[in-house]
């Protein structure tokens, strides 16, 4: 079983639509980070997260440290929304982040 | 733009040969992370610099590949006698302090293909 765990693997969706990306992680961890992917490669950090919520423009990032899992979380969705959204875990002390294996997400207009 | 950026971008080359990727990382930035990524996965750590000092290296990490940073600024990774399994996307990230605390700014990768 991996250590960080994402639902769905592949997400396709209609512009408009309220879109939720799970991760759940079976370590302990001090941080949370959810990025993008798209087509091409760049990656891009979204949030970084230790507790609560966060919200950037259409984005929210909820975690619940007791349960072991985040939310990511995308209103209004639209096109452009469409790429790879990855969580991966930081532990204290680690000089690695534990990754999921991405959701794809497709919106079409 | 200040952000990370890797050279090249793309790179095609022949079994057998070596290649050497680069990487300037955000130049305020001490701690420099190497990874591959195939299609449809999520990306492979490979290694992992704090100034000039490589301080962890995956066991993926063969002896085909090598990373240096020698001066803690730029970095380079070299593959020598590539083999096929070694295409793949590699990604270059660095940040301030550790991915417990801190956000990794990634650049825009090297594909790499062996043909």
């Known amino acids: 079983k991996n250590e960080v765990e994402q639902s769905p693997q592949n997400l396709t969706a209609q512009e408009g639509e309220f879109i939720t990306i799970n991760c759940s992680y079976s370590v302990g961890i001090s941080a949370l980070h959810w990025l993008q992917q798209h087509p091409g490669g760049g990656i891009v950090s979204l949030f970084m997260?230790?507790?609560?919520?966060k919200k950037h423009g259409r984005l929210i990032a909820t975690i619940n440290i007791q349960e072991k899992h985040s939310s990511l979380h995308i209103t209004a969705s639209h096109p452009r929304d469409s790429a790879v959204y990855i969580c991966?875990?930081?532990?204290?002390?680690?000089?690695?982040?534990?990754w999921g294996a991405g959701t794809k997400l497709i919106i079409k207009p | 733009d200040t952000g990370v950026s890797q050279n090249p971008r793309h790179k095609i080359t022949k079994r057998g040969q070596n290649v050497t990727f680069r990487c300037d990382p955000i130049?305020?930035?001490?701690?420099l992370y190497w990874y591959r990524q195939t299609l449809g996965q999520g990306p492979e750590f490979l290694t992992y610099f704090q100034n000039e000092a490589q301080l962890e290296k995956s066991r993926l990490l063969s002896d085909r590949f090598s990373a240096e940073r020698p001066k803690g600024s730029f970095s380079t990774l070299e593959i020598q006698r590539t083999e096929q399994g070694d295409s793949a996307m590699y990604l270059c990230?660095?940040?301030?302090?550790?991915?417990?605390?801190?956000?990794?700014?990634f650049g825009p990768g090297t594909r790499l293909t062996v043909l």
């Open positions: 991966a875990v930081g532990q204290n002390s680690n000089y690695q982040l534990i």
């Open positions: 990230a660095s940040s301030t302090r550790l991915p417990s605390t801190d956000t990794q700014y």
């Open positions: 130049s305020e930035h001490n701690r």
């Open positions: 997260l230790s507790s609560g919520k």
